[in-house]
Nanobody, 126 residues
């Protein structure tokens, strides 16, 4: 069974940076996998933050500040987050798509992802 383990969350002040990591266990990620980062706050739906397949996509709220990348050799997906804002505070999750691929119309849909990590908390104070 695929297991995704996130790390790198924490508490930072506004304007700071964090890098989240997501390592796959018992599964070899490849360029053929659509992977993404989502975030969620209490009472709100899970929101797509950044996705990666043959291209990279970002939510408008994080464009220019966040960068998604992966190192297939390390079996790890990353999310570099710069210029953090208090509204970025959330639980962040990584995910692998059910069908392998995704596109600009689907990368942000939680229902298209079958494997999820346990989440890592990011808190940004003003």
């Amino acid at each position: 069974q695929v297991q995704l383990v996130e790390s790198g969350g924490g508490s930072v002040q506004a304007g700071g940076s964090l890098t989240l990591s997501c390592t796959a266990v018992r599964y070899m990620i490849s360029s053929g996998d659509c992977m993404a980062w989502f975030r969620q706050t209490p009472g709100k739906e899970r929101e797509g933050v950044a996705g990666m397949y043959t291209m990279r996509w970002y939510a408008e709220s994080v464009k220019g500040r966040f960068t998604i990348s992966r190192d297939n050799g390390k079996n790890t997906l990353y999310l570099q987050m710069n210029s953090l804002k208090p509204e970025d505070t959330a639980m962040y999750y990584c995910a692998v798509a059910n069908r392998g691929w995704c596109d600009s119309h689907s990368w942000w849909r939680p229902a298209d992802y079958g494997y999820w990590g346990q989440g890592t908390q990011v808190t940004v104070s003003s």
